[in-house]
């Protein structure tokens, strides 16, 4: 079935940039997510891009995709402390049924002072 | 805009006991809703679609008559978990999306729900 994977931990120092990996199985997948979670929180939408796309920039945050290598990854540019958090790669694709998405584990950014 | 609104943000209650989750869609119209658990430290996990006007899709292993699910509207959507107990303890998130094929997921705030 459809699997999306991630590096579980990164640790950056503040201003530096963080990059975040994942990985995703689906072929077909038709856009991909990144999510936002804090402590206690529920999911926050950083941005999405879809599949034609090899970039997206939105301020901050750049999205890379490698359709070839099913490889996504979030930079994060400048970061500060509260961008500590957990965050989720998702992609949907047109093989899942039309509404799933699929979640990787999450991968927990620690940004040091 | 699209914003989710999930309530109570947290609940404590006894064992055998009912709990209603409620999530809204507050400024569009949510033609399918999503229910997800997450245990600490680990993704979400789906439980069930919801879709307006007809009976909840469950995942495999889910209680259908535990996790009761109803969407009578475009905008709300509730979750209650019946006759309560402490492996049911859990932080429960909706996500709704809207009516376009790209429209992402958005999330509620999550419940916090300990059964004693």
């Known amino acids: 079935g459809e699997d999306v994977e991630q590096s579980l931990f990164l640790s950056v120092r503040e201003g530096d940039s963080s990059v975040i990996n994942c990985t995703y199985t689906?072929?077909?997948?038709?856009?991909l997510y990144w999510y936002k979670q804090e402590p206690g929180a529920g999911l926050q939408l950083l941005t999405y891009?879809?599949?034609?796309?090899d970039m997206k920039q939105d301020q901050r945050l750049t999205v890379l995709l490698n359709k070839k290598d099913k490889h996504l990854s979030l930079r994060i540019a400048d970061t500060q402390t509260g961008d500590s958090a957990i965050y989720f790669c998702?992609?949907?694709?047109?093989?899942?049924?039309?509404?799933?998405?699929?979640f990787g584990p999450g991968t927990s950014l620690s940004v040091i002072p | 805009g699209a914003v989710v609104s999930q309530h109570p943000s947290w609940v404590i209650c006894k064992s055998g006991t009912s709990v209603k989750i409620e999530c809204r869609s507050l400024?569009?119209?949510?033609?399918?809703m999503f229910w997800y658990r997450q245990f600490p430290k680990q993704s979400l996990m789906l439980m069930a679609t919801?879709?307006?006007?007809?009976?909840?899709?469950?995942e495999q292993g889910v209680e259908k008559d535990k996790f009761l699910i109803n969407h009578a509207s475009l905008t709300l959507s509730t979750l209650t978990v019946t006759s309560a107990h402490p492996e049911d303890s859990s932080f429960y998130i909706c996500?709704?999306?809207?009516?376009?094929?790209?429209?992402?997921?958005?999330f509620g705030n999550g419940t916090r729900l300990t059964v004693t």
């Open positions: 996500s709704a999306r809207g009516d376009r094929a790209y429209s992402p997921l958005h």
């Open positions: 689906d072929s077909s997948s038709t856009y």
């Open positions: 891009i879809f599949s034609n796309m």
């Open positions: 998702a992609e949907k694709g047109a093989q899942t049924s039309y509404d799933k998405v699929i």
């Open positions: 400024d569009f119209q949510a033609t399918t």
């Open positions: 919801s879709n307006e006007g007809s009976k909840a899709t469950y």
